[in-house]
Nanobody, 114 residues
Framework: QVHIVESGGGLVHPGGSLRLSCVVS????????MRWYRQAPGQSRESVAS???????YYVESVKGRFTISRDNAKNSVYLQMDNVKPEDTATYFC????????WGQGTQVTVSS
């Protein structure tokens, strides 16, 4: 069974940085497209950033230039470097594969507030 664990969230001031981590167990993420999602209270889950097996990356317009997605297949992990965060980035962040659609992990809460 595939298990996803996200970590690295917390409280950060506007303009600050966080690095989120996602570790997948039970399967290999090698050659699997991976994506970070987020869900703010009362809103639907949205895609934030994606990385393909070929290491191409894609970002939602609102985070372009501020967030960076990366992956380490040897560690079965995906990361999201969040820089210059804004209050509107406050949400619970999840990772998953848009292709495999595994069961969701618990996510990691990011709160941007002064």
């Amino acid at each position: 069974q595939v298990h996803i664990v996200e970590s690295g969230g917390g409280l950060v001031h506007p303009g600050g940085s966080l690095r989120l981590s996602c570790v997948v167990s039970g399967t290999s993420i090698n050659e699997v497209p991976m994506r970070w999602y987020r869900q703010a209270p009362g809103q639907s889950r949205e895609s934030v950033a994606s990385t393909t097996s070929g290491l191409a990356t894609y970002y939602v317009e609102s985070v372009k230039g501020r967030f960076t997605i990366s992956r380490d297949n040897a560690k079965n992990s995906v990361y999201l470097q969040m820089d210059n965060v804004k209050p509107e980035d406050t949400a619970t962040y999840f990772c998953n594969s848009p292709a495999r659609r595994w069961d969701w992990g618990q996510g990691t809460q990011v709160t941007v507030s002064s």
